[in-house]
DNA sequence: ACTCCTTACTAACGCGTGTTACTAAAACGT
DNA sequence: ACGTTTTAGTAACACGCGTTAGTAAGGAGT
C-alpha cells in the first residue's frame, strides 16, 4: 500500500460519510488503488456486509420445459437490466418440482442469495406455505391467493376474458380453449377462468369438451389441438393461452388441412417474438414480459433494503390484446 | 452444539479422510446438525476455500439480442443440468459490446465466480486476448483462430457446407444465404465459408449480391430477405443460418407471395423448438445445444480444478441436417 | 518403567473485508 | 494556561468457515 492504514482504504473507497478523511489522504489511497488495479474481493465483502448482491431466479419447471420456452428470453433480460442497475447479480437455479420442502432453501439458507424471485410457482406446492414464515426475500411471480407473499404478475383473468370476447365480437360461438399449462400451476386456472367468464357474461353456457391442458411447449399444443379436433365437437375459434404452445396447435391444424383465419380463428397469449412473424401474424395478448422482470427484480430489492416495511408487495400489471391477422368474424 | 469442538464439525460435515473420527462422535454430529437444520454459511466457505462453487455465463449481446434469442433457453438448460450435477450454481450475466477492456473482468477480478463461459464472443473483442494471459477459466462457446484459449464449438463450417450441398443436390444452382449475425461474431464467417465452399466445390461462382447479414433476431431475418428479393437477384433457394432469423425471412417470403417450398426452398439452422412445427416443417441443421452447454460447463470445471494441465482443451461437436418439408427438388 | 506409536480430538490461525471504539494531535474558547 | 471540542486516523474485533500443527490419552513393545 501507499501509507496508510487498512481501515482508512476502507474508509476510503466505500465513500463513508459518517467519518472525516483528509483530501490529501483521500486522493493517496485512490490513485494507489487505481494503480494496483485493486478490486475488492466479493466473496469477503459479502461475509463482511451479510449482503451478497446476488439474487436467485428459481424456476420450477422441468430441464425440458426450460429448454422449450419461448418467454424465459425475455424475462431473463429485463431481470439482467434491471439487476445491473442496481449492481446486483442474477443467480439462475432450477427445481424439478418432485423435490421435497427443504429444496426452495438450499440458496436461501446458505445465503448464498439475498433473496429470490420464484417463477411459475404451483399452487400444490406446500414449500410455499413454509416460505411465508422464513426469512428470505422472495418475490413470485405469479399470483397465488392463499399465501400472503409478495407477487407480481399480470391481471391473466381480464387478459384471458378480453381476449375470448374479441371472438366473441367477431360473431364466434364455439370457442374451445387450450391453456398454457397443467392446472397446478398458477396461471392456468385464471386464464381458463377468464375465458369461461367472457362466455357465460355473453349467455354461453360452458363445455368442459372444448377445454384442452397443455404443458408448456409447442409438443403439447400440437396434441391438444389433436384431441380436440378428434373429439367430434365443432368450434370455429380456439383461445390459447401461450403463443409457445400455439406454435404446435397450429401445426395440428394444418395437417388436419383447417387455415387460419378461415377456417379456425386463434387467439394466442404471451406475445412471444415469434408471434407478429407467423403466418398469419397472430393475434395475442402482449404480456409485458421485460417489465414483470424488472418490476420483480426492484420489488425484491426493495424487500431486502428495508425489511416487510408494512404494506403488502403485491402488483398486477396490464396487458393488451394486440390484434393481427388470426381471426376472421364468422 | 452437541459437545464437540467447532474443528470437529468442520472435519465431519466434510468427510475429510486423512483424518480419524470415531464412529460415535461421527453420527453425534450429525444428529445435531440434523436437528438444527444447520448449512453451512457459502459465503464463508467462498472465502475459506477461495472458491465460490459459481460459474458464470457471459452473453456478449445487447439487451434486446438475449431477449429475442429463441436459442438461449437450451443453452440455459444444459447448463443448469451440468452444473447441478457438479453442485455448482450458474451466474448470469450481460455484456454490452462497446465496454472497454475491464468489462470481463468485473466478475473475476473480484472473485466472485471460479470461471465463465463466454457465449457468442466477437472476432473484434481486444479483450480476449487479455483474457489469454490473466488467471481466469474461460472457455468460449465459439471458436476463434488467433486465439489459445479454451473453446466448444460445433463445426459450421461443414455443417453451412452440408446444408447447402443439400440444396444443391436437389438442383438448386441459385442459392441465396442469411447469415445469422454481423461479420463480428465468429460462426458469422464460418457458416458464410461453409455456403460458399459448398458452391465452389459444385463449381458455381459465388455471388456476393446473394448473401446479407442478420443481426440474431426475426426481425433482421425479415429485413435481409425483402432485400434479397428487392435486389433484383433471381434465387430458388435460401440458406438462413439461424432458425430465428428464418422466422422473419419466411414472413417477408410470404408477404411476397412466395410459397415455401414451391417457388423456394429454405434450410434453415439451430433446430429451435419453432422449426419442426412451422409450416411447412423446417429442413434444418440440429444443434446440440444442450450438449454443448454441458460440454463447456464440465471443460470449466476441470480447467477450475486442475488448472491449465497441458492438452489443449478445444472440442468441435458435430451436427447433423434435419431433412423436413422446406426444400424441393428444383 | 520408559519410550514410541496410534487414535481422537482441539487451539489457533487465516481467508479479505466492514465497522466500532478509541487515541493522538490540533484547534478552539475563556 | 487549561479544559473542551473537532479532526484524522488506527487497532482490534467480527463475519463463519477450512486447515495445520499440536496435544492428551491409551495401547504396544522391550
Not at 71 to 80: T, Y
Not at 124 to 131: G, I
Not at 256 to 262: E, K, T
Amino acid at each position: 500500500m501507499a501509507g496508510v492504514s487498512r481501515t482508512t482504504v476502507s474508509l476510503v473507497l466505500n465513500n463513508v460519510r459518517s467519518i472525516q478523511i483528509s483530501p490529501e489522504t483521500r486522493q493517496k489511497v485512490l490513485d494507489a488503488a487505481n494503480e494496483l488495479g485493486y478490486v475488492p474481493d466479493a466473496t469477503a465483502q459479502a461475509l463482511a456486509r451479510r449482503r451478497t448482491k446476488l439474487i436467485g431466479l428459481v424456476l420450477t419447471r422441468t430441464q425440458h420445459h426450460i429448454a422449450t420456452d419461448a418467454f424465459l428470453p425475455r424475462i431473463i433480460s429485463g431481470l439482467l437490466t434491471s439487476a445491473k442497475k442496481q449492481n446486483v447479480r442474477i443467480l439462475v437455479d432450477w427445481m424439478e418440482t418432485e423435490h421435497p420442502d427443504s429444496a426452495y432453501f438450499e440458496l436461501a439458507r446458505a445465503k448464498r442469495i439475498d433473496g429470490m424471485i420464484l417463477s411459475t410457482p404451483r399452487l400444490d406446492d406446500r414449500a410455499l406455505k413454509a416460505l411465508e414464515k422464513v426469512d428470505v426475500p422472495t418475490v413470485l411471480m405469479g399470483k397465488i391467493d392463499g399465501l400472503n407473499l409478495p407477487f407480481i404478475d399480470v391481471d391473466n383473468l381480464k387478459a384471458a376474458e378480453k381476449a375470448t370476447a374479441y371472438m366473441l365480437e367477431l360473431g364466434h360461438r364455439a370457442i374451445a380453449c387450450i391453456s398454457s399449462a397443467p392446472r397446478e400451476y398458477t396461471a392456468t386456472p385464471e386464464r381458463v377462468g377468464g375465458y369461461q367468464n367472457a362466455l357465460t357474461k355473453a349467455g354461453i353456457p360452458i363445455n368442459e369438451n372444448l377445454i384442452r391442458y397443455a404443458d408448456f411447449d409447442p409438443k403439447s399444443g400440437y396434441d391438444c389441438m389433436q384431441s380436440l379436433l378428434q373429439s367430434g365437437e365443432s368450434f370455429t375459434a380456439v383461445f390459447v393461452a401461450s403463443d409457445n404452445v400455439a406454435i404446435g396447435a397450429k401445426a395440428a391444424l394444418r395437417e388436419a388441412n383447417l387455415r387460419v383465419p378461415d377456417d379456425i380463428s386463434l387467439v394466442g397469449f404471451d406475445d412471444i417474438p415469434w408471434a407478429q412473424y407467423s403466418d398469419p401474424p397472430l393475434t395475442t395478448i402482449k404480456l409485458p414480459a421485460e417489465l414483470l422482470a424488472q418490476s420483480a427484480c426492484e420489488l425484491l430489492l426493495d424487500l431486502i433494503q428495508d425489511g416487510n416495511a408494512g404494506q403488502s408487495h403485491q402488483m398486477v400489471l396490464d396487458t393488451e390484446l394486440i390484434i393481427r391477422k388470426s381471426c376472421k368474424p364468422l
